[in-house]
């Protein structure tokens, strides 16, 4: 069996005879090694709604012996930031990201349809509109387009608005090229012709997975686990929505955030937790402008106080 993590990049129907899965989120590799794959295609995975894929669940599996091979979309990325710890790359958009001629995740990024719906992609991703441009615009045309593609959020840059910022007199040779299909299907050739990798002795020490596990059984036997797991969805669910409506932490609230988090976080869950923890507190800040007579600190305090067991509020 070869598994393959495929949503928008590609249509279902180009991945014969690999067991698709959906894009890869958090822990899916990991629960991808059960199925015992001779190997493993990545290439969609999910950035903003739920935490990524982990970098140290990629290496369990290059360990356990399972090829990794990554492009297109978050596969490029991850290949691109493993490929000296054996992941393999293929593709464009990995080389570009390996290179360093994008560095931004958002290169990728684009909204699309549910699992209903074939994960239809929505909008386009600005790697598609670099490439369609540098092969049918002119150099300086092709930089202009770039940029005023760059300043689109990626939830808006649909088909209609790239196509509008084509220069009138190079309408009639430009066309869209989908580079992630491209490095899709390249994606998927690679991973078939995949021969198995050396199975390395695990470390003394205990994986992440391991150590969370531990951390999860401690809480729960102190009553604790609960609580822990509805601050953490309060977290998720706050940092989401910021996302959503296009807000971002400064370079200064995220530094606070890893003050915060300083020896508490693994080094692959840094940057993710410490730009939760910024979002929540962006929209705690400024809970009274989030929505219309949005609540304010004083209200907030007294609705929590009327909830808590055992308020009979004051006594005469």
Same mark, same amino acid.
């Given at each position: 069996?070869?598994?393959?993590?495929?949503?928008?990049?590609?249509?279902?129907?180009?991945?014969?005879?690999?067991?698709?899965?959906?894009?890869?989120?958090?822990?899916?590799?990991?629960?991808? *090694? +059960?199925?015992?794959?001779?190997?493993?295609?990545?290439?969609?995975?999910?950035?903003?709604?739920?935490?990524?894929?982990?970098?140290?669940?990629?290496?369990?599996? *290059?360990?356990?012996?399972?090829?990794?091979?990554?492009?297109?979309?978050?596969?490029?990325?991850?290949?691109?930031?493993?490929?000296?710890?054996?992941?393999?790359?293929?593709?464009?958009?990995?080389?570009?990201?390996?290179?360093?001629?994008?560095?931004?995740?958002?290169?990728?990024?684009?909204?699309?349809?549910?699992?209903?719906?074939?994960?239809?992609?929505?909008?386009?991703?600005?790697?598609?509109?670099?490439?369609?441009?540098?092969?049918?615009?002119?150099?300086?045309?092709?930089?202009?387009?770039?940029?005023?593609?760059?300043?689109?959020?990626?939830?808006?840059?649909?088909?209609?608005?790239?196509?509008?910022?084509?220069?009138?007199?190079?309408?009639?040779?430009?066309?869209?090229?989908?580079?992630?299909?491209?490095?899709?299907?390249?994606?998927? !050739?690679?991973?078939?012709?995949?021969?198995?990798? =050396?199975?390395? =002795?695990?470390?003394?020490?205990?994986?992440?997975?391991?150590?969370?596990?531990?951390?999860?059984?401690?809480?729960?036997?102190?009553?604790?686990?609960?609580?822990?797991?509805?601050?953490?969805?309060?977290?998720?669910?706050?940092?989401?929505?910021?996302?959503?409506?296009?807000? !971002?932490?400064?370079?200064?609230?995220?530094?606070?955030?890893?003050?915060?988090?300083?020896?508490?976080?693994?080094?692959?869950?840094?940057?993710?937790?410490?730009?939760?923890?910024?979002?929540?507190?962006?929209?705690?800040?400024?809970?009274?402008?989030?929505?219309?007579? +949005?609540?304010?600190?004083?209200?907030?305090?007294?609705?929590?106080?009327?909830?808590?067991?055992?308020?009979? +509020?004051? !006594?005469?």
């Amino acid at each position: 069996m070869i598994v393959a993590f495929l949503g928008p990049s590609l249509p279902a129907r180009e991945a014969k005879g690999f067991h698709l899965l959906p894009p890869a989120r958090q822990g899916d590799v990991w629960r991808a *090694l +059960g199925l015992r794959p001779r190997a493993i295609a990545l290439i969609d995975g999910v950035f903003e709604a739920q935490p990524s894929v982990w970098h140290r669940e990629i290496l369990d599996a *290059l360990d356990a012996g399972v090829p990794v091979v990554g492009g297109a979309s978050m596969g490029a990325l991850r290949a691109a930031e493993l490929r000296t710890l054996g992941m393999t790359g293929v593709g464009r958009i990995f080389r570009w990201y390996r290179d360093g001629t994008v560095i931004d995740d958002a290169e990728v990024a684009l909204l699309h349809a549910d699992a209903e719906h074939g994960y239809r992609a929505l909008t386009v991703p600005l790697v598609n509109v670099r490439w369609s441009a540098q092969r049918c615009l002119p150099p300086r045309a092709a930089k202009r387009m770039i940029e005023a593609s760059s300043r689109l959020f990626y939830q808006e840059r649909t088909e209609g608005a790239v196509l509008d910022l084509v220069p009138a007199r190079f309408r009639g040779r430009f066309r869209l090229i989908d580079l992630k299909a491209e490095d899709a299907r390249q994606v998927l !050739r690679a991973t078939r012709a995949a021969r198995p990798r =050396p199975v390395r =002795p695990r470390e003394p020490a205990p994986s992440s997975l391991v150590r969370r596990r531990r951390l999860l059984a401690t809480a729960q036997a102190d009553g604790a686990g609960e609580k822990m797991a509805r601050a953490g969805l309060r977290r998720a669910l706050l940092a989401g929505w910021a996302r959503e409506l296009g807000l !971002r932490p400064a370079a200064r609230e995220l530094e606070r955030a890893r003050a915060q988090l300083a020896g508490n976080a693994a080094p692959d869950d840094l940057e993710r937790l410490a730009e939760e923890i910024a979002l929540e507190e962006l929209v705690l800040a400024h809970a009274p402008r989030m929505l219309n007579d +949005g609540p304010s600190p004083e209200e907030a305090l007294a609705a929590e106080l009327r909830t808590r067991v055992g308020h009979r +509020g004051p !006594r005469s």
